[in-house]
């Protein structure tokens, strides 16, 4: 089922970048044009992608492939990628890697709550100190990381 | 005489305290990733690449080749001491490896494998000195004709040989090559799928891509496995020392080794893991007591050993004389180079020979780094395997996600790897490689860029792109290369049903 769930897929997204492709101007081989070079990739891809799908459809009683996806570990990660860049945009750096990193270690529950809590909080401060202090990185800033940063004497 | 003037020229600027500081770090961190199952070279040098943002370019390359070679040498300790390959270039090295541990040889089996890894990282890097050399001087002569045919046969050999389904690699291929034609037309100006998203103007950024599918993927697909992690056998300092018998049997196959796994690592594709498969079977074949391989032949453990330490000198040939990334791994170096503003190309070793040539002397010492390292820490090694899931998979993720947007502070290059994190885990676990769409990501926009010079050169005609004496030959080689070993399996199948008979 995954893998013709994936497949046609495939062929939508071929099927879209053809469009794509076609209403860019493709010009002709001695003048080609922004969509010449997408126009032949999509081309082939939806030849190919076309053909994968018929056959994952051919097969009459296809295995259930891989791993669960629905499951916590990989769909809490997943998440907490699509949060994070809108929890540091409001929050700053150090609170919202805190609460994803936080969620993580207790979605993959490692050791206590408590244990949990204090490698995350430790961690945040550490990877802020590395990537502004010694590599010199620019992250969102809000109150507690000015505080640090006149703490380091880096503001 | 030019070669070793500017290999010494090479030494002052490897041998610069922060160069050498960069080096031990770089194979310290390889070697680590080699040992943790999971964690390969690509997807280390992907986290590691907002590390290298405050560096000199030189001393970033110097950090990766470190990596690249410290994850091979790792790898083999897993192998030998837990059954579990630290990384795929390591597979073959269980098979015979573990045996030999569980017979009391580990520590032989360990010193062989660093011994044949030094020798071959050694000769590795004096083939890469001579044959980046001669390549770069007639890569001066290629048109674009001849950059698209290697970009074009480059990435045919990676889907023949990435392993897997072809067809699900042909997919992720052309997948790789539609994302390459993301961002502004360079010719026309004219933007094209960037869905009026400034950040996509620039074109789909390597760095999250790469982190995604390698590094993110990696840790989900990590999350859901589960752990089962062999009991360890233990070496003492004084068994690391192998007989002098074993000495005289691993002796030949370190040469063989290092010899196939150079040529391999000029071909495109996973050529570290293919060197040593090949090395395993010649050992096998040429043995006088093929009935001991599976058994403990220190053989199977020097062969493939040396054989991927040597493939990775080859690996950075292409790539230090053409500018073409045939690896995934190299195609990390080149978002590594662009960050520091470089393009790689044949002008690199004239252009900026400090870089060149401190790379490469850079591989002498990280080598002898390696060998010095490995041996008497390899009981730590071993241990790093123990770091529980629970604790190693956040601090992965937060490495991606701060590493991605410390490099163009971009909240659109989080959401990039996050999309290709999640696809990244749907595909692999359904069999889809990811090393073919990356390495199209990265070669697409020159293979783009060829074709449409060569085509108005031509004036749109594609005979005279193909019979070029360089490209054509490029076209023929690969061509026979494709469809000869096919062909002769089909007549010796065909011929041995009716010997039988």
Not at chain 1, 85 to 112: A, D, N, Q
Request: charged share 10%.
């Amino acid at each position: 089922m995954k893998e013709r769930i994936v497949s046609l897929g495939i062929l939508v997204f071929a099927l879209v970048y053809l469009a794509g492709s076609l209403s860019l101007k493709v010009g002709t081989l001695a003048q080609p044009g922004a969509g010449q070079f997408p126009a032949m990739v999509a081309f082939f891809l939806l030849v190919i992608a076309a053909f994968h799908a018929w056959r994952t459809f051919r097969k009459t009683s296809p295995k259930e492939e891989g791993h669960n996806w629905t499951q916590l570990a990989p769909a809490g990660i997943a998440a907490a990628l699509i949060f994070y860049p809108i929890l540091l945009k409001t929050l700053s750096f150090l609170v919202s890697t805190f609460i994803v990193l936080y969620v993580l270690l207790r979605l993959l529950r490692f050791k206590t709550t408590l244990i949990s809590f204090l490698t995350a909080l430790f961690t945040t401060l550490l990877a802020f100190t590395i990537f502004t202090g010694l590599l010199g990185v620019t992250l969102p800033n809000g109150f507690m990381e000015g505080f640090i940063l006149k703490t380091m004497g880096l503001d | 005489m030019d070669i070793l003037h500017q290999l010494m020229m090479g030494f002052q600027v490897a041998a610069t305290p922060i160069n050498l500081l960069w080096a031990l770090i770089g194979a310290f961190v390889g070697t680590i990733v080699g040992v943790l199952p999971g964690i390969g070279p690509l997807g280390s040098m992907a986290i590691l690449l907002s590390f290298t943002l405050k560096m000199d370019a030189t001393t970033a390359m110097i950090f990766f080749a470190g990596i690249y070679y410290g994850a091979m040498y790792g790898g083999s300790t897993t192998s030998i001491l837990l059954n579990i390959p630290g990384e795929a270039a390591s597979v073959v090295t269980c098979i015979d490896g573990y045996k030999m541990a569980q017979k009391g040889r580990a520590g032989a089996a360990l010193t062989v494998s660093a011994v044949g890894s030094f020798v071959a990282g050694t000769l590795s890097i004096i083939g890469l000195m001579f044959a980046a050399s001669i390549l770069a001087d007639a890569a001066l002569k290629f048109g674009p004709p001849e950059f698209f045919a290697i970009g074009a046969v480059g990435l045919l050999f990676l889907v023949r040989l990435s392993g897997g389904s072809l067809i699900k690699n042909v997919i992720m291929l052309l997948i790789g090559l539609a994302l390459a034609t993301v961002g502004t037309d360079h010719l026309y100006g004219t933007p094209r799928f960037t869905f009026g998203i400034n950040e996509l103007g620039q074109g789909v950024e390597f760095l999250p891509v790469a982190m995604g599918l390698f590094g993110i993927a990696e840790v989900m697909l990590t999350a859901v496995e589960k752990e089962d992690l062999g009991e360890m056998i233990r070496v003492r300092m004084r068994d690391l020392l192998p007989t002098l018998v074993e000495w005289k049997r691993s002796i030949a196959p370190i040469f063989r080794g290092s010899f196939l796994g150079f040529f391999i690592g000029l071909l495109p594709g996973p050529s570290p893991v293919i060197s040593t498969f090949v090395s395993y079977m010649v050992e096998k074949k040429i043995s006088k007591h093929p009935e001991e391989f599976g058994e403990g032949a220190i053989e199977g453990v020097a062969g493939p050993e040396s054989a991927n330490n040597a493939a990775v000198g080859g690996a950075y040939v292409p790539l230090l004389a053409l500018g073409v990334p045939f690896t995934p791994a190299m195609a990390v170096v080149v978002g590594a180079l662009m960050l520091h503003g470089i393009t790689p190309g044949p002008m690199m070793m004239s252009e900026r020979p400090q870089l060149f040539w401190g790379v490469i002397a850079s591989m002498y010492i990280g080598n002898v780094m390696l060998l010095v390292l490995n041996l008497p820490m390899v009981q730590l090694f071993a241990l790093i395997t123990k770091v529980p899931k629970p604790i190693l998979l956040p601090f992965i993720t937060l490495l991606c996600l701060v590493g991605v947007y410390s490099v163009n502070s971009s909240f659109v290059d989080l959401y990039v790897l996050a999309l290709f994190g999640i696809l990244g885990f749907i595909l692999r676990d359904l069999g889809y490689s990811p090393a073919p769409l990356v390495l199209a990501l990265v070669i697409g926009p020159m293979m783009e860029n060829a074709l449409r010079s060569s085509l108005m050169i031509n004036q749109g005609a594609i005979a005279p792109m193909i019979f070029r004496p360089i490209a054509g030959t490029i076209y023929l080689a690969a061509t026979l290369a494709l469809t000869v070993p096919p062909v002769v399996r089909a007549i010796r199948g065909k011929k041995k049903p009716s010997a039988t008979v």
